[in-house]
């Protein structure tokens, strides 16, 4: 008899439809599904696993409610609002009986154990696509400002917050018909929030905005006093009805001189923008800065002239600081979609914020 028919029987042909059922490839949809399937058996095993390893290690949030899920980790999969460092997640905050949303970003090395810094920043006006395309509102600016890799270096939390839904993602800055709801309590129960479940350094508490959620910023920074240790906006205006503040508060503002949208000298119409200079003018004051700022001009990125405009409060550490570039329209500078830009807007925020820690009364610079 042949070799072959000894290693290879005849067989019913019952038993050639199941072989063949056995052994048919799988589509690429199936290989897909399976590994999805396999992927989620795995991850119910390894948090069933790890159930009792996850109570003993400090996490971002210690509530009863995620206590008692994780408890049950065992049995099931619980639906836990843990933020794994390193991801941004949406988050929800309640103002006045509706639910508003933020996104959160936690660094990669976070350590609960260690007081660090947050930057709250707001978008800026419009339910469209925004610069590069991004989308409208708090998502958006993360995109485009790509401040979550700045963070995970740098070791800092940002709060992406999202405007009013049902006012294209508009702000309460007390102007025009924007928002019309109490953002101003948004920004408080949203710092609340943050600060219940993670380790915030009350001493490292940052704002900023572009366009018209920097105007907000601005409201923010003189109606929180004893909040924030700085402020940085791009392309934004302040209204003049800020209330002034009574901390030294630093404060960086770029913006391009020939903004359509929110013009550098100002304007007066439907909209009040204070002039650029303006914004300069009422921090000084207020943060005591009496000698004339200091002006230079150094080269851009793209090699345009950037130029700059700074003034400090040696004793108190209250640096106010205009960084002026030239035909770059309204932008979130050298961000998603705007590339090859004269300044990179995210390094100088970020830079800027980290720099300005507030100091106890009677804590000079140097300390």
């Known amino acids: 008899m042949a070799t072959d028919a000894i290693n290879n029987p005849p067989q019913s042909e019952q038993s050639k439809r199941l072989q063949s059922d056995v052994v048919k490839p799988l589509s690429e949809a199936d290989r897909l599904n399976q590994g999805v399937l396999e992927q989620i058996a795995l991850d119910k095993q390894k948090l069933s696993n790890g159930a009792q390893e996850l109570l003993a290690q400090p996490r971002p949030k210690n509530t009863a409610e995620v206590d008692a899920q994780v408890a049950k980790a065992g049995d099931s999969v619980p639906d836990l609002k843990l933020i794994r460092p390193g991801d941004t997640v949406r988050e929800t905050v309640d103002l006045d009986g509706q639910k508003r949303d933020f996104f959160l970003h936690i660094p990669k090395n976070y350590d609960a154990s260690k007081p660090t810094a947050l930057v709250m920043v707001f978008n800026g006006y419009s339910d469209k696509p925004g610069q590069g395309g991004a989308a409208a509102g708090g998502a958006g600016m993360e995109q485009i400002t790509g401040m979550s890799q700045k963070a995970d270096d740098k070791n800092f939390i940002v709060a992406y917050m999202d405007g009013n839904p049902n006012d294209k993602f508009s702000w309460n800055n007390k102007e025009w018909w924007f928002s019309g709801q109490d953002d101003l309590k948004l920004t408080k129960n949203v710092l609340a929030s943050i600060k219940q479940d993670f380790n915030v350094d009350p001493a490292r508490q940052y704002l900023s905005g572009f366009s018209q959620g920097g105007s907000f910023a601005h409201r923010v920074a003189n109606e929180m006093p004893g909040q924030f240790a700085a402020i940085a906006t791009v392309s934004t205006w302040m209204t003049?009805?800020?209330?002034?503040?009574?901390?030294?508060?630093?404060?960086?503002?770029?913006?391009?001189?020939?903004?359509?949208?929110?013009?550098?000298?100002?304007?007066?119409?439907?909209?009040?923008?204070?002039?650029?200079?303006?914004?300069?003018?009422?921090?000084?004051?207020?943060?005591?800065?009496?000698?004339?700022?200091?002006?230079?001009?150094?080269?851009?990125?793209?090699?345009?002239?950037?130029?700059?405009?700074?003034?400090?409060?040696?004793?108190?550490?209250?640096?106010?600081?205009?960084?002026?570039v030239h035909h770059e329209g309204h932008l979130w500078f050298g961000g998603f979609g705007d590339e090859k830009s004269a300044v990179n807007a995210t390094d100088m925020v970020v830079d800027f914020l980290l720099s300005h820690p507030k100091r106890e009364p009677g804590q000079n610079q140097s300390s």
């Open 240 to 324: 003049g009805m800020e209330k002034p503040h009574s901390d030294n508060l630093s404060v960086l503002n770029i913006h391009s001189k020939d903004d359509p949208t929110v013009p550098f000298d100002g304007r007066i119409m439907g909209v009040t923008m204070k002039p650029q200079e303006h914004i300069y003018d009422h921090y000084a004051q207020l943060d005591g800065i009496t000698q004339p700022a200091q002006a230079s001009t150094f080269t851009g990125l793209n090699g345009s002239n950037v130029d700059v405009l700074r003034g400090v409060n040696e004793q108190t550490g209250a640096e106010v600081q205009q960084v002026f």
